[in-house]
């Protein structure tokens, strides 16, 4: 089998190199070949240097050096595109860079993806957990979360989770200039047309660990341009 893992990176210094060191440890257990994309926005904190840098030490890293901030969707786009278009990994990951992400749930989603077009790591259902979320963002995530299932028409529990895994096939069908979000709503777009195009997934239940280290990049832009988002879905203009 072969593997993607897509990471798109903005200010991710502290979490970077030890997220890496991990996911390398997890997908060489079960890949035959892999290849990790890291789509860094030209972070002020060095970053993308940081992924060279680990490159240099591990192998099968690409860096997309981007020439400024254009939004997490924007860079999962891109990442994907370049993945698609440079290998043909049977399956493709992604994932956040601040290692809230477990890579040991890789193999285990995996194991699952039989009849399946893709698979989400879900915060709510039964044997996931968050820890290190205080009332504030919990709240918030599941406004958000409820919100944005019901704009989309979505059976999803955790539509807001970055931790995904597709079939080769279903990214290769998608044609990316229908997403219009670059932001975070990407997120939510890309599982409207998952649904749209008759794609099926499952939810895995995921132990989501609030970042440790760095800071979080939902900002007050993000979260209208969400709200935004879920009024097309509502009215069907998207
Ligand atoms: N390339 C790129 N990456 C981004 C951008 N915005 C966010 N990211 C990355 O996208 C991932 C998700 O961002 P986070 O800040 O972790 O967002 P979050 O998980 O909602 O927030 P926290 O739970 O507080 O961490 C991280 O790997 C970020 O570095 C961007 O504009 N460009
Ligand atoms: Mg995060």
Redesign the pocket.
């Known amino acids: 089998m072969n593997l993607a893992v897509v990471?798109?990176?903005?200010?991710?210094k502290e979490?970077l190199p030890n997220l890496l060191e991990e996911l390398l440890y997890e997908i060489k257990k079960i890949a035959e070949k892999f290849f990790i994309i890291i789509?860094?926005?030209s972070?002020p904190d060095g970053?993308g240097q940081i992924a060279e840098e680990l490159n240099i030490k591990y192998g099968n890293i690409s860096v997309i050096h981007?020439k400024g901030?254009?939004?997490?969707g924007?860079?999962y786009k891109e990442g994907f595109r370049f993945v698609l278009e440079k290998y043909d990994p049977d399956f493709i990951i992604q994932?956040?860079?601040?290692h809230?992400h477990d890579p040991k749930e890789i193999p285990k989603m995996l194991k699952n993806m039989l009849g399946y077009d893709f698979a989400v790591a879900s915060r709510h259902v039964l044997g996931s957990s968050v820890v290190g979320?205080g009332t504030y963002?919990k709240i918030v995530h599941s406004i958000a979360g409820t919100l944005a299932a019901i704009c989309g028409g979505l059976k999803i529990s955790d539509p807001?989770s970055?931790f995904r895994i597709f079939e080769k096939s279903v990214l290769r069908s998608i044609d990316f200039s229908k997403i219009k979000s670059?932001?975070?709503a990407f997120q939510i777009e890309m599982l409207c047309l998952l649904k749209k195009m008759g794609f099926r997934g499952f939810e895995f239940p995921t132990l989501f660990i609030?970042?440790k280290e760095?800071?979080?990049?939902?900002g007050i832009n993000?979260m209208i341009q969400f709200i935004k988002i879920c009024i097309s879905l509502l009215m069907r203009k998207i």
């Open positions: 990471i798109p990176t903005y200010n991710e979490t789509v860094d926005d972070s970053t981007r901030k254009f939004g997490l924007s860079a994932m956040d860079a601040d809230s979320w963002r807001t970055g670059d932001g975070f609030n970042r760095g800071k979080s990049k939902m993000e």
